[in-house]
T-cell receptor, first 115, second 116 residues
Framework: AQSVSQHNHHVILSEAASLELGCNYS??????LFWYVQYPGQHLQLLLK??????LVKGIKGFEAEFIKSKFSFNLRKPSVQWSDTAEYFC?????????????FGQGTILTVHP | DTGVSQDPRHKITKRGQNVTFRCDPI?????LYWYRQTLGQGPEFLTY????????KSRLLSDRFSAERPKGSFSTLEIQRTEQGDSAMYLC??????????????FGSGTRLTVV
């Protein structure tokens, strides 16, 4: 069974600092990878996804993630965070080839950005 | 609003009561999923429908839980004889299968259940 691990439970940054959130998964086969964001009081929204091709994926709001197959990792990055990035971030994996798109999520990382 | 709708947004119930939640997916989406999220955790998969067929249920879905998707449109999730451990956010998501790929995976805002 696949599993997802997010290294940091809570990250606190000042505006303009760089961000990197770690995500590792355990699954030996082909995977589809996702980062979701949940702003306070809102539903989960897709930030970016990787299915195949270029392992450096760009998403919305200046976020990007790099898939490193040898490390089973899919870390999320942003060069300069804003106060509005305060939210909870979830990494998720779907076993590639699984016909129905079930997602397995990590436990989430809360990001707090101070102005 | 063309997103995934869930009703109610909040539900407080006494232990032992039955509750039912509703999810209206995006109209053209043929796949529908239920997840449960507890505080400090990511969403956990509960069950999945393709059209009206329930194709997988997680071990998390005890026999007190039942889900339906009549006619392949909206879905209901019922919890019988609720327990305090059922307190969680119940999330619905929908997507569309085109060929062998999944597109448009969209979550609803969830139903927060509190069992007292």
């Amino acid at each position: 069974a696949q599993s997802v691990s997010q290294h940091n439970h809570h990250v606190i940054l000042s505006e303009a600092a760089s961000l990197e959130l770690g995500c590792n998964y355990s699954y030996g086969g082909t995977v589809n990878l996702f980062w979701y964001v949940q702003y306070p009081g809102q539903h989960l929204q897709l930030l970016l996804k990787y299915f195949s091709g270029d392992p450096l994926v760009k998403g919305i709001k200046g976020f990007e993630a790099e898939f490193i197959k040898s490390k089973f990792s899919f870390n999320l990055r942003k060069p300069s965070v804003q106060w509005s990035d305060t939210a909870e971030y979830f990494c998720a994996v779907n076993a590639g080839g699984t016909s129905y798109g079930k997602l397995t999520f990590g436990q989430g990382t809360i990001l707090t950005v101070h102005p | 609003d063309t997103g995934v709708s869930q009703d109610p947004r909040h539900k407080i119930t006494k232990r032992g009561q039955n509750v039912t939640f509703r999810c209206d997916p995006i109209s053209e989406h043929n796949r529908l999923y239920w997840y449960r999220q507890t505080l400090g955790q990511g969403p956990e998969f509960l069950t999945y429908f393709q059209n009206e067929a329930q194709l997988e249920k997680s071990r998390l879905l005890s026999d007190r839980f039942s889900a339906e998707r009549p006619k392949g449109s909206f879905s209901t999730l019922e919890i019988q004889r609720t327990e305090q451990g059922d307190s969680a956010m119940y999330l619905c998501a929908s997507s569309i299968l085109q060929g062998r790929s999944t597109y448009g995976y969209t979550f609803g805002s969830g139903t927060r259940l509190t069992v007292v």
